[in-house]
């Protein structure tokens, strides 16, 4: 399996961020790590060695950045109005460079990415196909954190609101973004077991739906906790469905 790395700085997050890729051929997926992990953290824990029989027959190909905004989210020494802003440019730093590198490795300037993760890399995924319907076409969130507001104090910033798809789906006009995300998909997939929370899932799922979003949630029962064991098995399930 041919791997590659590369860093650059982004002005947008004002420091360096390492992007790796796994595959040659397939279908783009861009796999966000968790709160704490970086583009190598799949790899580490095992994900890409379950997802290889789909890499090496050519049906998808891996990316993962840094978790630049999720490490901010676990730190002591930033401000909830800080954490709020690196959210919001790590969501422009996703539209206006990782998804032009992808798309510029795989040789076409129009391919629609499949975007996937856990925990809090299940808020990112859902949060992009959301905001940038027009290269994501399906999320596959996996034992999501989708309401970052228990880590605000209280406070309630525009970064958080236009980052966060709970509070601004509602309010988003009808227009191209809104009829482009109802042709999309997001998978709403979760475990019952040790420190899952489902109800996470369902109040995401109910605010897409009510905006006419195509959702799923699906239970994976009390024997599948909130690690990496579970999400071993539900991710390459769900790209083995969908590419």
């Known amino acids: 399996m041919e791997k590659t790395r590369s860093t650059w700085y982004s002005s947008r997050l ?9 595959g040659t051929y397939g279908r783009p997926v861009l796999l966000f790590p968790t709160a704490g992990g970086d583009c190598e953290e799949c790899e ?8 290889t029989p789909l890499i090496d027959a050519g049906r998808i190909k891996v990316y993962s950045p840094d978790s630049i905004a999720g490490k901010n989210w676990i730190r002591d020494d930033r401000s909830p109005q800080q954490k709020a802003w690196l959210q919001n440019q790590y969501d422009a730093f996703v539209a206006e460079e990782l998804v032009p590198a992808i798309r510029s490795d795989c040789r076409t300037p129009d391919i629609e990415i499949v975007t996937a993760g856990a925990s809090i890399g299940a808020l990112n995924a859902v949060a992009s196909l959301v905001r940038h319907p027009d290269a994501f076409a399906l999320a596959i969130g ?4 989708y309401n970052l507001t228990g880590w605000m104090d209280g406070v309630h910033t525009l970064d958080l609101h236009y980052f966060s798809p709970l509070h601004f789906l509602p309010q988003l006009p009808e227009g191209e973004q809104l009829r482009r995300l109802r042709t999309r998909l997001a998978i709403l997939a979760v475990g019952e077991g040790r420190w899952d929370k489902p109800g996470n899932s369902w109040e995401i799922a109910s605010v897409l739906g009510r905006r006419g979003v195509p959702n799923r949630v699906d239970l994976w029962g009390p024997d599948h906790d909130h690690d990496w064991p579970t999400w071993r098995e539900m991710l390459p399930k769900y790209l083995a469905e969908h590419s």
């Open 142 to 145: 996996m034992s999501g954190t």
């Open 44 to 51: 580490r824990m095992l994900m890409i060695r379950v997802l």
């Open 14 to 22: 004002r420091t360096e961020v390492s992007f790796a890729r796994w």
